[in-house]
């Protein structure tokens, strides 16, 4: 939320430029509360309707944060209303109300002691279902313009609840069309892969939208991203850490509130901030992406379902609809399609742009499904850019609208993508499984506000966090501390010093970690694979040839980067074992075994941690209501563990192994231990964070969660959105 110092410094500059006889601004008025007289909702007064302010609402996975109006509710601003000036904002009911009667919204300007009424609306979601999200609405303002005006927002009820949430002002402001203001962009298109653009060298048309845009701006060939899955990489662009520091790495990963996003820095500034966003592992409340936004708006498909299929046009109207809501406000806008992400399926004529054409049984959408012979590869490579030739039209499209606008010249538009795509360039389909550049290597074409530098190419690498630091740097402000990423301003100026890129993924069971420079890089696998690569990118840029015997000193710097910025998983096994007989059992891990605690050990039995930490034995004779326990965590985070051993002297059979609520056995003895990126479908219905029951004599595990971590409960809301994205089984 806004700070109360820059709040007053805005008030305090309004009154300045008002006694020099300048025209009256453009007033975001969720951060006007200095202009705010009068504020009643559902019987409370101005505290209540404050407090609520910051949280807002969100409905149908839309939030905008507004003022609460629950009837009877009245809020009244003293305002200096400009020339041309209009109000934009949107109406909403609560879900929670939707079976109330309905609520009547009002806009008012009173001037000499007398109210107009200029807008009113009957929102009545029991009768109407398009009044059962959110409803924009701008109103004209320009005949009220003049100083020393009080603009009143009203709301009444044909049954008051009490409940001052009950009704909403969405988002409003007093804008004007034509008054400058800083506007910054960051416009990301979901599994973009760089070499599948004409701007980095592509032989198809897929981007001549993107390839005009860049004779404006700096083409950045080596941006490297920091995950090649989108929650990760999405977190390192907005703030500027490293996965390992953000911790939004794995599925159930939220981006923990110790993070401090790019909106939130804008939004303690007095700007505008919204996003419009394709991708529900982004835009689902659970994720926790949304801090910081005035409109946080997660678009759905057909038939209003969570989806992929959300072509980029809805996300660019939403995105122009924010923009042209704060004409002349300070504005940041991050805009998210997806199109080019699996299934691969572009609208006519796309979806015929490229050969070879899908066939009768060979639709080419998803590799998973729909590859059955060779030519299928080319086919799905085909969609694809099909996808990326559709999205790019609609860049186009927003380029233009900018243009139109007046506003394009002075903006800083930064295009980027999250991550690539493979088609088995290593083996493998799709992204989230390695750390190769097909997936990593992004495309980066900035466009600076007046244009500077246009038509520039920097060589030397650049990596996600730096969005960040480039976009305050473009806007004047300082950076603060924490921040990893360097302005791109000092790539274009040639001072910014070589440095190595990190990228890592723990997704679904594919554990790897790369440390790339510009000339080479490393990539160490831990699961499924297990081995070390190192890659000369200058003689071999397809990165086919691993040389890791060719430069030992080099791969040992490389490799020790990695491991110092590896992080551990955030919780810990618990293995305990019962009964009267004796055990032997060995954890093992291609990680590390870190901060072991052992309780119950009697004098004569033992734990031993060896390997450098790779493997943990335990030697325990528990008695009677006597167990042995110990409890660890792995890094990096997803390495697989590994139990086997002994139970009085002989294999230990699956069934005396329990883990989590349900006591469920592993299917084989010595075999991995369940974590919780498998828990969603390899051990489906145990809560992995609940003791086995007491009565389960042998080998008891589970998992725990240490102090201030945490993890995303998985609802049946969410797990709609991630099987949507095909990142839970049906």
């Given at each position: 939320?806004?700070?109360?110092?820059?709040?007053?410094?805005?008030?305090?500059?309004?009154?300045?430029?008002?006694?020099?006889?300048?025209?009256?601004?453009?007033?975001?008025?969720?951060?006007?509360?200095?202009?705010?007289?009068?504020?009643?909702?559902?019987?409370?007064?101005?505290?209540?309707?404050?407090?609520?302010?910051?949280?807002?609402?969100?409905?149908?996975?839309?939030?905008?944060?507004?003022?609460?109006?629950?009837?009877?509710?009245?809020?009244?601003?003293?305002?200096?209303?400009?020339?041309?000036?209009?109000?934009?904002?949107?109406?909403?009911?609560?879900?929670?109300?939707?079976?109330?009667?309905?609520?009547?919204?009002?806009?008012?300007?009173?001037?000499?002691?007398?109210?107009?009424?200029?807008?009113?609306?009957?929102?009545?979601?029991?009768?109407?279902?398009?009044?059962?999200?959110?409803?924009?609405?701008?109103?004209?303002?320009?005949?009220?313009?003049?100083?020393?005006?009080?603009?009143?927002?009203?709301?009444?009820?044909?049954?008051?609840?009490?409940?001052?949430?009950?009704?909403?002002?969405?988002?409003?402001?007093?804008t004007v069309r034509g008054h400058r203001a800083p506007l910054a962009i960051i416009y990301l298109v979901d599994t973009l892969r760089a070499d599948h653009t004409g701007v980095y060298g592509y032989s198809r048309g897929t981007t001549p939208e993107l390839d005009a845009f860049a004779e404006d701006a700096i083409v950045f060939e080596q941006a490297i991203m920091?995950?090649?899955?989108?929650?990760?990489?999405?977190?390192?662009?907005?703030?500027?850490?490293?996965?390992?520091?953000?911790?939004?790495?794995?599925?159930?990963?939220?981006?923990?509130?110790?993070?401090?996003?790019?909106?939130?820095?804008?939004?303690?500034?007095?700007?505008?901030?919204?996003?419009?966003?394709?991708?529900?592992?982004?835009?689902?409340?659970?994720?926790?992406?949304?801090?910081?936004?005035?409109?946080?708006?997660?678009?759905?498909?057909?038939?209003?379902?969570?989806?992929?299929?959300?072509?980029?046009?809805?996300?660019?109207?939403?995105?122009?609809?924010?923009?042209?809501?704060?004409?002349?406000?300070?504005?940041?806008?991050?805009?998210?399609?997806?199109?080019?992400?699996?299934?691969?399926?572009?609208?006519?004529?796309?979806?015929?742009?490229?050969?070879?054409?899908?066939?009768?049984?060979?639709?080419?959408?998803?590799?998973?499904?729909?590859?059955?012979?060779?030519?299928?590869?080319?086919?799905?490579?085909?969609?694809?850019?099909?996808?990326?030739?559709?999205?790019?039209?609609?860049?186009?499209?927003?380029?233009?609208?900018?243009?139109?606008?007046?506003?394009?010249?002075?903006?800083?538009?930064?295009?980027?993508?999250?991550?690539?795509?493979?088609?088995?360039?290593?083996?493998?389909?799709?992204?989230?499984?390695?750390?190769?550049?097909?997936?990593?290597?992004?495309?980066?074409?900035?466009?600076?506000?007046?244009?500077?530098?246009?038509?520039?190419?920097?060589?030397?690498?650049?990596?996600?966090?730096?969005?960040?630091?480039?976009?305050?740097?473009?806007?004047?402000?300082?950076?603060?501390?924490?921040?990893?990423?360097?302005?791109?301003?000092?790539?274009?100026?040639?001072?910014?010093?070589?440095?190595?890129?990190?990228?890592?993924?723990?997704?679904?069971?594919?554990?790897?970690?790369?440390?790339?420079?510009?000339?080479?890089?490393?990539?160490?696998?831990?699961?499924?694979?297990?081995?070390?690569?190192?890659?000369?990118?200058?003689?071999?840029?397809?990165?086919?040839?691993?040389?890791?015997?060719?430069?030992?000193?080099?791969?040992?710097?490389?490799?020790?980067?990695?491991?110092?910025?590896?992080?551990?998983?955030?919780?810990?096994?618990?293995?305990?074992?019962?009964?009267?007989?004796?055990?032997?059992?060995?954890?093992?891990?291609?990680?590390?075994?870190?901060?072991?605690?052992?309780?119950?050990?009697?004098?004569?039995?033992?734990?031993?941690?060896?390997?450098?930490?790779?493997?943990?034995?335990?030697?325990?004779?528990?008695?009677?209501?006597?167990?042995?326990?110990?409890?660890?965590?792995?890094?990096?985070?997803?390495?697989?563990?590994?139990?086997?051993?002994?139970?009085?002297?002989?294999?230990?059979?699956?069934?005396?192994?329990?883990?989590?609520?349900?006591?469920?056995?592993?299917?084989?003895?010595?075999?991995?231990?369940?974590?919780?990126?498998?828990?969603?479908?390899?051990?489906?219905?145990?809560?992995?964070?609940?003791?086995?029951?007491?009565?389960?004599?042998?080998?008891?595990?589970?998992?725990?969660?240490?102090?201030?971590?945490?993890?995303?409960?998985?609802?049946?809301?969410?797990?709609?959105?991630?099987?949507?994205?095909?990142?839970?089984?049906?």
């Amino acid at each position: 939320m806004r700070t109360a110092l820059s709040t007053a410094l805005a008030g305090l500059a309004t009154l300045a430029l008002l006694a020099c006889g300048r025209p009256p601004d453009p007033v975001d008025l969720l951060g006007a509360h200095d202009h705010l007289v009068e504020a009643r909702a559902g019987g409370q007064g101005r505290e209540a309707v404050l407090e609520a302010a910051g949280r807002g609402l969100r409905v149908n996975d839309v939030l905008r944060r507004g003022f609460p109006a629950g009837p009877p509710g009245r809020l009244r601003f003293d305002l200096d209303i400009p020339k041309g000036a209009r109000l934009t904002f949107a109406c909403a009911v609560d879900p929670r109300f939707r079976d109330r009667p309905a609520v009547e919204f009002f806009v008012k300007v009173a001037r000499g002691g007398r109210e107009d009424v200029v807008w009113t609306r009957l929102l009545d979601p029991i009768s109407r279902p398009e009044d059962r999200g959110w409803v924009p609405m701008e109103v004209d303002l320009s005949e009220f313009a003049g100083r020393g005006r009080e603009l009143v927002l009203e709301t009444r009820g044909y049954e008051e609840t009490g409940e001052p949430e009950q009704a909403w002002w969405g988002t409003p402001a007093v804008t004007v069309r034509g008054h400058r203001a800083p506007l910054a962009i960051i416009y990301l298109v979901d599994t973009l892969r760089a070499d599948h653009t004409g701007v980095y060298g592509y032989s198809r048309g897929t981007t001549p939208e993107l390839d005009a845009f860049a004779e404006d701006a700096i083409v950045f060939e080596q941006a490297i991203m920091h995950s090649s899955w989108t929650k990760p990489s999405v977190a390192s662009i907005l703030t500027s850490r490293l996965p390992g520091q953000h911790r939004a790495v794995q599925l159930r990963d939220a981006l923990d509130a110790s993070n401090v996003t790019l909106a939130q820095r804008l939004d303690e500034q007095g700007w505008a901030t919204g996003a419009a966003i394709a991708n529900s592992v982004i835009y689902g409340a659970e994720s926790q992406f949304d801090r910081g936004f005035d409109f946080f708006a997660g678009l759905h498909g057909e038939d209003d379902r969570r989806s992929k299929l959300v072509n980029a046009d809805v996300v660019v109207d939403a995105a122009l609809g924010w923009m042209r809501s704060r004409q002349g406000l300070p504005t940041f806008l991050y805009v998210h399609t997806m199109d080019p992400h699996v299934p691969y399926g572009p609208p006519p004529p796309f979806d015929r742009m490229f050969e070879p054409h899908p066939t009768e049984g060979h639709p080419g959408h998803d590799p998973r499904t729909d590859y059955l012979e060779p030519l299928d590869r080319e086919r799905m490579i085909a969609q694809y850019d099909g996808e990326i030739a559709y999205g790019d039209l609609e860049f186009g499209r927003f380029v233009r609208a900018l243009k139109e606008a007046g506003v394009y010249d002075d903006a800083l538009v930064l295009f980027i993508a999250d991550h690539g795509e493979e088609f088995l360039d290593h083996g493998r389909w799709l992204h989230g499984r390695s750390v190769f550049d097909e997936l990593i290597r992004v495309p980066l074409v900035v466009k600076l506000p007046g244009n500077r530098h246009a038509g520039r190419r920097v060589s030397g690498q650049v990596q996600g966090v730096d969005v960040v630091p480039t976009v305050l740097e473009a806007m004047r402000m300082p950076l603060p501390d924490g921040l990893v990423g360097l302005p791109l301003q000092e790539a274009v100026e040639d001072l910014a010093p070589d440095r190595t890129a990190l990228a890592e993924i723990s997704h679904r069971g594919f554990v790897a970690y790369g440390v790339r420079s510009a000339q080479d890089k490393f990539v160490q696998r831990f699961n499924p694979d297990h081995d070390e690569l190192y890659f000369d990118l200058q003689q071999d840029p397809a990165e086919q040839t691993n040389i890791i015997e060719e430069r030992p000193e080099r791969v040992r710097f490389l490799k020790a980067q990695g491991e110092q910025a590896m992080s551990p998983n955030p919780f810990r096994y618990v293995v305990e074992v019962s009964g009267r007989r004796p055990y032997l059992l060995q954890l093992e891990t291609n990680g590390w075994i870190e901060d072991v605690k052992a309780t119950g050990f009697a004098p004569d039995e033992r734990w031993t941690l060896g390997g450098n930490g790779r493997w943990l034995q335990l030697e325990a004779r528990p008695g009677p209501n006597a167990p042995r326990q110990v409890s660890f965590t792995v890094r990096p985070i997803g390495a697989p563990v590994t139990l086997a051993g002994t139970r009085s002297g002989r294999d230990l059979p699956p069934g005396a192994v329990a883990v989590g609520s349900s006591g469920w056995h592993p299917p084989s003895i010595p075999g991995r231990l369940p974590d919780v990126e498998s828990e969603a479908e390899r051990v489906a219905g145990i809560d992995l964070f609940v003791p086995p029951p007491p009565e389960a004599e042998g080998v008891r595990v589970w998992l725990t969660l240490p102090p201030g971590q945490s993890l995303m409960e998985l609802d049946d809301e969410a797990r709609e959105r991630l099987r949507a994205l095909g990142y839970l089984g049906p």
